[in-house]
């Protein structure tokens, strides 16, 4: 049981209560849970990283208990109470330094200090539907459901959140555009964050602007989107729908790049891999199955027997052939730095900034004096 | 012929036919590819077989002729028939020679071949439901059709129609309510499924059956589970009215009949087999000697009624008593109907699927 824990590198939680681990390696998956207790109660709503090394996994069910599981020892090493059945399954799990925030679908958001029973609560308004940490900030969280638009929230100020996106414009008969954001994803190396809607927008916010509006709208087929996933390549990101559809769409003008095929039944959890441009999907059709973003191929099947809900990847390598082909590509990568770097030295003797410097004020004062020119002639 | 010729023909043969071969596949796509194979196959044929017909003196083509390439019709067409007869004396020949070794060998002949079939030949499905699989009979057990396998509902089934139907879908309806016990067929006054479904919850009915027409021709059913789903949508095809069939029986009894269900193997076959199941009460009558037969092969599933009789010890009789009908699945969906928000288990894509002929998915 240990060794196979230690092996596996997808994680998936499915409907029946079963935390499920994959190797691709050895290509078996194994189940990590008593089969004699078995109950529809205990299903994974969510899964999470217990902490950055990756060797707890949290799992969120549906009776408000929260389970850490000890990948290095292959148990379930703590269980906690964080909520009941009152108000609703877990939208989300993430984990702050020294904290778990869990979040439900009635929208109360709670921080659980480690050591101290205390907790502090914040209110997301009803329906929400997912919960997502900001990974490069992990105090900020993002929550968002049907009805209830998106809102970003500092954990260190629990009173207001910081963001609260604002309904699009009315449509052309004049009419409000309903709001169900189904998940959300915040973008690495900038304060934008993406959302899916069920019906059927991908939308892309962006904090920091004034605008509390998205600054892009793509829409992909006509099916409700219910998982997104950000690839490691960065620049677009990947859709699921209800009925089996994958897509990778394009976050500058918001057009379908290519799309993931095999797959049967609607999409449940979606996530790339952090490193590798690879895609795991699971839902309905019992499959968890793993694409590749570029060329697009179906890599791994895997039938797991259970409804699936929700999907994990730590960040190892997931197969041997992997391992040895991210090794190469790093390797080659750190080559290519120092000969670049090696180049950059050489070139320092010429000062081609000044230059260009140069060229670029006349040209600035020509473009200014034709303005003054224009505004001249208008005032004519 | 000019022998000196041949050689030449057959290059512009080759080359015609591959042009053709092209711009077929251009002209139709995928389907039409198989029929260019088989051609082909043919063509081959055709140059492989005069090595069998160099016996005969006056069939002594070269060895690389084909009779596709006389010109003259009348002549093509005698030689091809020459050729079939040639080929089917050759065939006959050798089912005799076998017959007679296998007499020969009496007891010691080797067993008889089984005929290769797409069904046989199916491609392993890893879904493939194992009886003694802990973790599939744990979600069987709890899914939404366990009320009714723990006897604690009865069924009770809702028929309608899309709006408006014609006379052939109605009677189909109303037949379909004789083979289905405790089945009520209502009238659909342009009525939404969506407004109809909480109705059918809140008056105790466990299933709800949409029949769809397209030109006068019921050609979908929706069959779907209430309270809360799965529901199935099917296409329906080659319907039987009881008038339109020979040597039926008498109108089937009130009896609840026994159902049989063929060949659900896969776990979305099982779900699919639980559904039907579960339209039928559970203690049929015996006494009424009426069956409901789901058949599955090949993914269509074929629906029969029969009764049967102990004719003696041995011999047993049946009499189809009708309606009968092929369903072929389309989708099966999680939660009451909901075309627009539901979310799918299955759905069918025939690109995606159906590229590998020997693949079945119940």
Same mark, same amino acid.
């Given at each position: 049981?240990?060794?196979n824990s ?5 994680? +998936?939680?499915s409907?029946?209560?079963i935390l %499920?681990? #994959?190797s691709?390696? @050895?290509?078996? *998956?194994f189940n ?8 529809r109660d205990?299903e994974?709503c969510a ?5 950055p ?5 949290l799992?969120?069910?549906?009776n408000?208990?929260?389970k850490?599981?000890?990948t290095?020892?292959?148990i379930?090493t703590?269980?906690r109470?964080c909520?009941d059945h009152?108000q609703g399954?877990?939208t ?5 330094d020294?904290?778990?925030v869990?979040?439900v679908?009635s ?5 659980w200090k480690?050591?101290?029973t205390?907790t502090v609560?914040?209110?997301?308004g ?5 919960m997502r940490?900001?990974?490069s900030q992990?105090s900020?969280?993002?929550t968002?459901?049907?009805?209830n638009?998106?809102k +970003?929230?500092?954990?260190e100020?629990p009173d %207001?959140p #910081?963001?609260?996106? @604002?309904?699009? *414009?009315?449509?052309w008969l004049?009419?409000r555009?309903?709001?169900?954001v189904?998940?959300?994803a915040?973008i690495?190396?900038s304060d934008?964050i993406?959302?899916c809607?069920?019906?059927h927008?991908?939308?892309v916010?962006d ?5 509390r ?14 998982a997104l996933a950000l690839?490691?390549?960065?620049g677009s990101?990947v859709?699921?729908n209800?009925?089996?559809?994958l ?5 500058r003008?918001?057009l379908v790049?290519g799309?993931l ?6 999409v449940?959890?979606?996530?790339c ?9 699971c839902g309905?059709?019992r499959f968890?199955r ?9 890599q ?7 409804r699936?809900?929700?999907v994990l990847l ?5 197969e041997?052939s992997?391992e040895?082909?991210?090794?190469d590509?790093e ?11 090696e180049?950059w030295?050489a070139?320092?003797?010429?000062t081609?900034?000044?230059k ?6 006349p040209?600035a004062?020509?473009t200014e004096?034709?303005?003054k020119?224009?505004r001249k002639m208008a005032?004519? | 012929?000019?022998?000196a010729d041949l050689?030449?023909?057959?290059m512009d ?8 071969t092209?711009k077929?596949?251009?002209g ?7 029929v260019i194979k088989?051609?082909?196959t043919?063509v081959?044929?055709d ?6 017909m160099?016996?005969?003196p006056?069939?002594?083509f070269?060895p690389?002729f084909?009779v596709s390439e006389?010109?003259n019709?009348?002549?093509r ?6 050729y079939?007869q040639?080929k089917?004396?050759v065939r006959?020949?050798i089912r005799?020679k076998?017959?007679k ?5 009496g ?6 071949e089984v005929p ?10 890893e879904?493939?439901?194992d009886?003694g699989?802990?973790e599939?009979a744990f979600d069987?057990g ?6 009714y396998f723990n006897?604690l509902?009865n ?5 309608t129609?899309?709006d408006r139907?014609?006379?052939r879908?109605?009677?189909?309806c ?17 009525l939404a ?5 909480p109705?059918c919850?809140s ?5 709800l ?5 397209d030109r ?7 069959l779907c589970?209430?309270?809360d789903g799965p529901?199935?949508h099917?296409?329906i ?7 339109e069939m020979?040597r039926r029986g008498?109108?089937?009894?009130a009896?609840?009949?026994e ?5 659900f193997?896969t776990?979305l076959?099982?779900s ?5 199941a ?6 049929p009558?015996f006494v009424g000697?009426?069956?409901a037969?789901f058949?599955?092969q090949?993914?269509f599933?074929?629906?029969r009624f029969?009764r049967?009789i102990f004719k003696?010890e ?6 189809e008593?009708g309606p ?9 969906q999680?939660?009451s109907f909901?075309s627009?928000f539901g979310?799918y288990e299955?759905?069918?894509?025939r ?5 590998c002929r020997r693949?079945f998915?119940?």
């Open positions: 049981m240990v060794s230690l092996d596996c590198s997808i994680w +998936v939680g409907e029946t209560g %499920k681990g #994959i691709l390696k @050895k290509k078996q *998956a990590f849970c008593e089969m004699s207790c078995l109950s205990q994974v899964l999470g990283w217990g902490d090394q990756e060797s707890e996994v799992v969120g069910c549906a408000g208990v929260v850490t599981f000890s290095e020892k292959g379930f703590e269980t109470e909520g009152t399954k877990f989300g799990l993430a984990v702050t020294s904290a778990l869990t979040c679908e929208g109360l958001l709670k921080v480690e050591g101290s205390d609560e914040m209110n997301a009803g329906g929400v539907c997912r940490q900001n990974k992990r900020r969280v993002a968002g459901g049907k009805e638009p998106l +970003v929230w500092d954990l100020r %207001k #910081i963001f609260i996106a @604002k309904n699009v *414009a009315q449509d004049d009419l555009v309903p709001i169900w189904r998940d959300i915040f690495p190396d934008k993406v959302t809607t069920g019906h927008q991908v939308r916010y904090p920091s602007s004034p605008q509006r998205p600054v892009l709208e793509a829409k992909f087929g006509e099916y409700p989107l219910t690839p490691a390549s960065g990101v859709v699921g209800t009925q089996g559809q897509a990778i769409l394009d976050l003008k918001g790049r799309c095929k095999n797959l049967a039944g609607g449940r959890g979606l996530e891999h952090p490193t590798l441009p690879l895609v795991a999907s309905l059709d968890l793993v694409h590749n973003l570029e060329d697009h191929k179906l791994h099947k895997v039938y797991l027997k259970s699936l809900n929700c730590s960040s190892s390598c997931l041997l992997g040895d082909l991210s090794g590509v390797e080659v990568k750190q080559e290519g730095d120092a000969e670049e770097d180049v030295d070139m320092e003797t010429v081609d900034k000044t260009k410097r140069a060229n670029e004020e040209e004062v020509v004096a034709e303005s020119k224009k005032k004519k | 012929m000019d022998r050689p030449e023909k057959n043969f080759d080359e015609e036919s591959k042009q053709r092209g077929k596949k251009k139709k796509g995928k389907k039409s590819t198989k088989s051609e082909e043919i081959k044929k140059e492989t077989e005069p090595a069998s160099d016996a005969a006056e069939m002594a070269p690389t084909s006389i010109k019709k009348q002549r067409h005698v030689m091809f028939m020459k079939k040639e089917r004396k006959l020949e005799k076998r017959k070794e296998r007499e020969a060998l007891d010691k002949a080797p067993p008889k290769k079939t797409i069904e046989n030949q199916r491609v392993y499905d879904t493939t439901v009886p699989d802990e599939v069987e709890t899914d939404e059709f366990s009320a006897r509902t069924p009770k089934v809702l028929i129609t899309s139907p014609k006379t879908t109605i009677m189909f109303n037949q379909l309510a004789t083979v289905i016990p405790d089945a009520h067929v209502y009238y659909r006054r342009g499924l969506k407004r109809i479904i109705q919850v008056r105790g009915f466990t299933y059956m949409v029949i769809n027409e006068k021709v019921p050609n979908g059913m929706v589970h209430l309270p529901t199935a099917f296409k095809s080659n319907v039987r009215l009881r008038k020979k008498k109108e089937p009894t009896h609840s009949p159902v049989i269900l063929n060949n193997t776990r076959g099982h699919i087999g639980r559904l039907f579960a339209l039928y009460p559970h203690d009558h000697r009426q069956v037969t058949h599955n090949r993914d599933i074929f629906f029969h049967y003696n041995k011999r047993v009789g049946i009499q008593l009968r009908f092929t369903l072929k699945l389309r989708s099966l999680k939660g909901d627009k979310e299955w759905v069918h894509k690109h995606e699927m159906d590229s693949k998915h119940l």
